[in-house]
């Protein structure tokens, strides 16, 4: 076995080139790229997109997508808001309100996919849509307010990251484990790689994909509960506004995961996330116009993912392999 | 003992599905895919409406409908284009705005500027088609990622270049390809001339699936390996897939200057309506099924559902909801119907083979693989 770079390992070399372009970028700016502000604001950007990138991942692994996270980012610091109303004392049910109305349209996404065979793209986008109706007949504006208490959950910082970032690099840590050592982890690859051939082991199909779409939608309840702690009040456009559906997506595509399904993990996607935080990060600094930002953007996505993408196809075993030797004896024999 | 060769020997073959029994019959059949269900379920919006809102059904309102509707209805010819071929083309709307854009700011109020301008124009749609489909089939990323990008850049910017805001004005002369249409016509009053060029593009649509281009667009998003073992070279197919798909947009931009005026946020989200259109059409995500005449039918029947939501009072909010409950019933539906309408055929060419006493293994003499 000849020791090749693994993809993962290719976007972590894009990520380590991006910080050091941007290092040397921001320093002809005349500013530090190290400096304890300048990280600390690189790993908040890191925070919000790796929740949901996280939920992405698990999803798109399945073999699905999901379209309808902006919306739920945004129903669920709308919830969240109103339910802790500025109080103290209601901030639990207010996070177990939110995060329940997310895992009730996360079944939904996960069932119209499973059982009535609509693909992702198309339940999750009328999933978004539905509840992007529900938002725009109900909520005119924003509405409900932070306690002090749960604020401080987006302020606090230990050292130079922000606590925000260490809750979603655990719940990175979470997922891994359960992609690694679960059975519903490995579940979710082999449906992922092929739903038939998962089937006739003796899979129930259904399962996994319900349950990653549950788990995207709560992660995606998360990150909009994160929001409403930085932001103090719940907004219906905060949601569509950061382009969360396919953003997330590029970054899950970027880290090395196959939009297909079945081939992928968790740290590459985080790696992901991180090349759009540097990029974000260098690109304010250096002040670029925040229009040619996505044109920046657009380029640097395509072109990093056209690297690796060939390298995965070349490395790909040959559909017919050779006869094996003990297959040309028995032939010989006969 | 069966032998595999047999039913070619036979002399002629039963017909195929599509040709069996009386054209009444045939129709029937057809609109009980989910190809055909979309004219029915056109049909039944025209009619829901003309019940809700009499004044919708005298034919002069009805044609005026049907213009407004040819843009989105040519885009999603154009998008069926690529999905048919399993791909996925999100920069359509980008490419809406930069023609609008670009339409507006480089016509200006000089007649004798439009040939020159529309030419360059259909020439930036087919560069931004070709870079889709080279990137997509020849660096293999996936043309969700690609357009996604192209959709980034694009619209990133056309939005630097104006400071997102509206500018330009095209001269009227222009504007009237998309307002205009043939006057004084008896019966319907105006044909307008978005309508004959939704028709014109429709039958050149129509011919193209057709010809052997259409048919191997749909062999390879069914299968892309048997295409292209069968000898069709996949990246030029696709790539072309993605032209027409840009091309597409561009007409549609061309159309939309005339009554959405020159503004960046024209075209915004068409990608999605274009897609939700052809899925509403039958086609299937992912290639390979549908037909391109119900991509613009389902263009039609989703605008439909607006007047009707509209003249039933519901509240304007409330239009996402219902258009997502819509697409997801839809696409339930039309998934079950495609599978159902499977099974039959399946086993009908895949008879089990019968167990032979011969059973050793020696290897078929019409397979390659050795596998029995």
């Known amino acids: 076995m000849n020791r090749r770079l693994t993809s993962t390992g290719i976007v972590y070399a894009v990520l380590l080139l991006s910080l050091v372009v941007g290092a040397v970028l921001t320093a002809t700016a005349g500013r530090n790229f190290f400096s304890t502000g300048n990280i600390s604001a690189i790993l908040t950007a890191t925070s919000i997109l790796g929740f949901i990138a996280i939920g992405q991942t698990l999803v798109i692994l399945v073999g699905s997508l999901d379209l309808s996270v902006p919306y739920v980012v945004s129903l669920t610091s709308l919830v969240g808001g109103t339910v802790m109303g500025g109080q103290s004392g209601n901030i639990v049910a207010g996070l177990l309100a939110a995060l329940a109305v997310a895992a009730v349209i996360g079944i939904a996404n996960g069932l119209v996919v499973s059982l009535l065979h609509v693909h992702g793209f198309i339940a999750t986008l009328g999933m978004g849509l539905v509840v992007s109706g529900y938002l725009a007949t109900n909520y005119q504006g924003s509405a409900g307010s932070a306690p002090r208490d749960f604020r401080l959950i987006g302020a606090t910082q230990i050292g130079p990251v922000p606590l925000s970032t260490l809750i979603m690099l655990g719940t990175a840590g979470a997922a891994i484990l359960l992609l690694r050592r679960t059975r519903l982890g490995h579940h979710l690859y082999a449906v992922g790689g092929n739903t038939d051939v998962a089937r006739m082991s003796g899979l129930r199909t259904s399962v996994p994909v319900v349950a990653a779409h549950v788990l995207c939608s709560v992660l995606a309840g998360l990150a909009g509960l994160l929001l409403l702690a930085r932001l103090s009040v719940g907004s219906p456009t905060i949601g569509s506004q950061g382009g969360y559906d396919l953003m997330s997506i590029a970054a899950v595509v970027l880290g090395g995961t196959l939009l297909a399904g079945g081939k992928g993990n968790i740290l590459g996607t985080l790696a992901g996330v991180g090349i759009f935080a540097v990029m974000d990060n260098v690109m304010s600094v250096m002040s670029v116009n925040p229009f040619l930002k996505d044109v920046i953007r657009g380029l640097v996505i395509v072109v990093a993912v056209a690297v690796y993408a060939r390298r995965e196809l070349e490395r790909r075993p040959a559909r017919f392999e050779r006869p094996s030797t003990l297959q040309a004896a028995l032939e010989e024999a006969k | ?372």
């Open chain 2, 1 to 372: 003992m069966r032998n595999p060769t047999a039913p070619l020997q036979t002399g002629r073959r039963a017909p195929l599905p599509e040709r069996q029994g009386s054209a009444a019959a045939r129709v029937g059949a057809g609109a009980a895919t989910p190809g055909g269900a979309v004219f029915v379920l056109v049909a039944v919006l025209v009619v829901a409406i003309i019940v809700a809102n009499p004044n919708f059904g005298d034919p002069g309102a009805l044609i005026r409908f049907a213009g407004r509707t040819a843009p989105i209805a040519i885009a999603a010819m154009g998008q069926y284009f690529v999905i048919v071929s399993g791909e996925f083309d999100l920069s359509m709307g980008a490419v809406v705005t930069t023609q609008v854009v670009m339409a507006g700011n480089l016509i200006g109020q000089d007649e004798s500027r439009i040939a020159p301008v529309m030419a360059l124009m259909l020439l930036v749609g087919t560069a931004i088609g070709v870079v889709n489909g080279l990137v997509t089939t020849l660096l293999k990323v996936p043309s969700f990622i690609v357009t996604l990008g192209m959709m980034l850049a694009l619209s990133g910017l056309v939005r630097y270049l104006t400071g997102g805001a509206a500018t330009g004005n095209p001269v009227d002369a222009f504007r009237q390809i998309g307002r205009g249409g043939i006057e004084d016509v008896p019966v319907v009053d105006i044909i307008p001339y978005p309508l004959i060029i939704l028709t014109v593009l429709a039958v050149l649509a129509v011919l193209l699936m057709r010809r052997p281009y259409g048919r191997s667009l749909i062999a390879a998003g069914d299968n892309p390996e048997a295409a292209h073992l069968s000898g069709v070279s996949l990246w030029w197919l696709k790539t072309r897939a993605f032209v027409l798909s840009s091309l597409a947009a561009t007409i549609a931009g061309i159309i939309l200057v005339g009554y959405a005026g020159v503004h960046p946020s024209v075209g915004q989200g068409y990608e999605f309506t274009a897609i939700t259109a052809v899925v509403l059409g039958g086609v299937l995500l992912g290639g390979g099924r549908g037909w391109v005449l119900s991509a613009a039918a389902g263009a039609f029947s989703l605008e439909l559902l607006f007047v009707l939501l509209t003249s039933l009072g519901v509240p304007s909010t409330w239009r996402d909801t219902v258009q997502g409950l819509i697409i997801i019933v839809a696409v339930a539906a039309a998934s079950r119907a495609w599978q159902v309408g499977r099974r039959p055929r399946r086993t009908a060419q895949a008879p089990h083979p019968e167990p032979t006493a011969s059973s050793t293994p020696t290897p078929d003499p019409g397979t390659t693989t050795g596998e029995k």
